[in-house]
């Protein structure tokens, strides 16, 4: 699956991103600069990284969501294709209207750098087909604005069809309905606070994140 | 062609917790500031504009409420004046 991690001035989960991509979708992931305005021939996954896009100045993902690449990025999603937005990526997402809500201050105010656990809530998505339903995974989280909000209307909606994709067992930010996870409609785009791509290795604590690639690579169209 | 100042400010809406606000008021209770309550922090950001008025305004309502908040878990206001 050819994919194209996307670099905003401060990501700095790029590399991880970039290493979890090329072992487990295809070795010819590439990276991709925010300034570029299309994206490379045949992009199959879009895959916005973590980290502190223009260093979190005036709110995560902001000026990020609205760079040039972006607009690619969009044309990418509106037409079915997939993206992937980690941390600052699920921040990236909502600021440019591809994902519902915005994610504020974690309640407690401090910065969590953790393995946490998730339970796979809906396991019939492109991300998830890999995984059993309720299963609990346990993935990385490092995040200090992770605290998923929307108005009321729009969590009973993500509810009711099934695109809370990913739920804290404890929830450690304060999220809405423990929200750590969604998918946009079409459920191309997903959007998640913690880090899948650092939990591809045994060697880095968890394997639990390897489903979700293997998902993907499983679901690719054409294959 | 005019010069105009603006002043924006963003606030987190009432129905979002602000938890820097309310470890300031926490703050302020321990050093006995008892009747102080409603602690909100913001922002306030400057910018500097050329050009007609009515086009300013428009332009700077746009840059307030989709590139300086964002209207989900904030709330915009602005001033405007002739420099």
Redesign the interface.
């Known amino acids: 699956m050819k994919t194209a991690v996307i670099q905003f001035p401060g990501s700095n989960c790029d590399a991880d991103a970039l290493h979890a991509a090329k072992l487990m979708l295809d070795e010819g992931a590439q990276f991709v600069w925010h300034t570029e305005t299309q994206l490379p021939e045949g992009t199959e996954l879009v895959f916005l990284p973590g980290g502190f896009s223009y260093g979190d100045h005036l709110r995560s993902g902001a000026i990020a969501a609205r760079s040039p690449v972006m607009n690619a990025v969009k044309a990418h999603a509106e037409a079915g294709g997939y993206v992937l937005g980690v941390c600052n990526g699920f921040q990236v997402l909502t600021e440019a209207g591809l994902l519902p809500g915005a994610l504020s201050r974690n309640r407690e105010l401090h910065f969590l750098c953790k393995p946490v656990k998730l339970r796979v809530e809906n396991h019939q998505t492109a991300y998830t087909a890999a995984y059993a339903k309720d299963q609990v995974l346990e993935i990385p989280v490092a995040h200090g604005e992770g605290n998923y909000y929307a108005d009321a209307e729009t969590v009973a909606r993500l509810e009711t069809e099934g695109r809370v994709v990913f739920r804290y067992v404890d929830n450690p930010n304060g999220s809405l309905n423990d929200i750590a996870g969604i998918v946009n409609e079409g459920g191309n785009v997903l959007g998640m606070m913690p880090h899948p791509e650092r939990a591809v290795e045994l060697l880095l604590g968890s394997e639990d994140g390897r489903g979700l690639f293997e998902s993907l690579r499983a679901g690719r169209k054409g294959a | 062609m005019p010069h105009y100042t603006a002043k924006v400010y963003v606030t ?1 809406k009432p129905s ?2 602000d ?2 606000g309310r ?1 300031v008021e926490r703050a302020l209770s321990h050093l006995e500031h008892d009747n102080v309550s409603g602690v909100r922090i913001g922002k306030y950001i400057e910018l500097n504009l050329n050009g007609e008025k009515a086009e300013v305004e428009a332009q700077l309502r746009d840059i307030t409420e989709n ?2 908040s ?1 209207p ?2 904030e709330d915009a206001r602005w001033e405007l004046n002739e420099a």
Do not use: A, S
Request: cysteine-free; proline content about 9%.
């Open positions: 987190l979002i917790l938890p820097q470890t590139v300086l964002n989900i878990m």
